[in-house]
């Protein structure tokens, strides 16, 4: 295959609204894919990390495009960030080198029409890009008609939008070419990671080298506050694919944490085995401890599974509980009942694997009465291992569209640029009035601060650059575990919210100023300044 003479710039947005250089996100698999599959078919490719630079975004990408002339411009944002997209466009379009844009992502995927006229990019490439964008620069190349390209969108010469034919989902997934991290500097990402990063699988080391990886795309289910980017068929990647990606990973990288991203791991429990069985293989190759997290359905758990799970690594299951009303779940389209979420809290928790997940608040039949079902539930099992939020009505979810119907959103673009990044709450039920959402609000507010542990640590000791030795006791286990590597802003007000690498168990490292402050009632505006500083010192 000929080397293109297309020179493409592909922009990872920053995940936080700073200035600063951050290392705790999510690492962008979806524009790393892109990367590779053009990598693949020998473009040139160059790519932007913005986690990765100090200054305005806007500032970054103009140095860089000063620095060859680039004929495309393309990025994506996982979830709606539409500030950050709408900066990299913007910056693109205005610079004098004029080179096309391409955007996409879940924040036009999920609404096209609106994202591309308010974002105004030259090409929109929805849901599964990476065919997508081969057949695109094809035709950007040879200056041929985009109508044959399915899956994008474009402006005619007349300057109308056109929306081409949505593109069948890729069915054999295991032929897409492995995510290109390097280009986005991942070694840096797993130099800088730290013990007390946002991802609970890093809280089991002191220098996290955390993998992300996709084991299969979409989910089979079709929850109301869902919405599928990839396609709304489950496809999966066949273990021995994982694998191999894996175990590249393992070398290249020297990774000792895994993330699987995916909406549901497995369908199947078999699969689950199968891939225990390879890590078990992984694990007894290597001198260093190498962990794993995943997301499951309570409805595919049993005591028989953890262990094996355990025993191959895997440290925290994500569960979608959502709620522990039958009435709720039923409205979320949730194939679940309270009995099979309070097993597989039990039984997780038993085997002392760490618990992540969210009872949700807010649906449209969500009642005082449910509300407290949920609440109840938690107060005298959860031990303040999973959180309480509200609902979101994310754009392409039926929730979303039940809120468009109502006039409950009442400008999209408003919604979407504004009110989802301040996690407005909305009041999407029929039968509570907005009075009884802000009392819920308190509830659960008060709740998480009186229900969820917190410790002091009993030893902490300077180790450099921000950096801390932190000895801590479990409040559940009495597990005294040294965390090395603890970043602090400041070492006299700080919380952390870590998992005991012994049993699992979530709870608060905290200094005793920020505990007081809290008795005080003054922690929460403190921890809200201490955050901003966090960002704004790009930690």
Known sequence: MEKSNLKILLVAPRDVSS????????????????????KKAKYDVSCLNLNHREGLASEIVRTELGKKKYDLVATGHVGMGYSITEKILETARAHPSKPKTILGGAIITSEPQLMFESLKPDFGVLGEGEETILELLKCIENEKDFKKVNGIMYRDYTGKIITTPPRKPIENIDKIPFPDFEGFEFEEYLDKGYTNMDSSNCNFHDHPRLYSILCSRSCPFHCTFCYHTLGSKYRERSIKNVIEEIKFAVEKYKINAIAIYDDLFSYKKERIYEFCREMVNIRKNESREITWTCQLSVLHVDRALLRVMKKAGCV??????????????????????????????????????????YFIFGDIVETKQTAKKTLDYWKENCKGQIFLDFIQPYPGCELYEHCLKKGIIKDKLTFIRDEMKAKHILNMTDRMT?????????????????FTKSANPLFIKPSGDNKYEIVSKCPFCNEKTTYRNFLLQSRHIYRSYMICRKCG????????????????????NLEKAYHWALRKKAI
Not at 21 to 30: A, W
Not at 319 to 334: A, I, T, W
């Open 19 to 38: 200035n600063g250089i951050h290392y705790n996100y999510m690492f962008p698999l979806g524009i790393a894919y892109i990367s590779a599959v053009l």
């Open 316 to 357: 925290v299951i994500s569960y979608g509980f959502e709620s522990y009303s039958e009435e709720v779940l039923k409205s979320m389209k949730k194939p679940i009942t309270p009995e099979q979420i309070d097993k597989a809290f039990k039984i997780t928790i038993e085997e002392k694997i760490g618990v992540q997940g």
């Open 434 to 450: 907005d009075k009884d959402i802000r009392e819920l609000q308190k509830a659960i507010i008060k709740f998480g601060s009186t």
């Open 505 to 524: 168990m979530r709870y608060y490292i905290s200094s005793p100023l920020f505990n007081l402050l809290r008795r005080l009632n003054l922690a929460d």
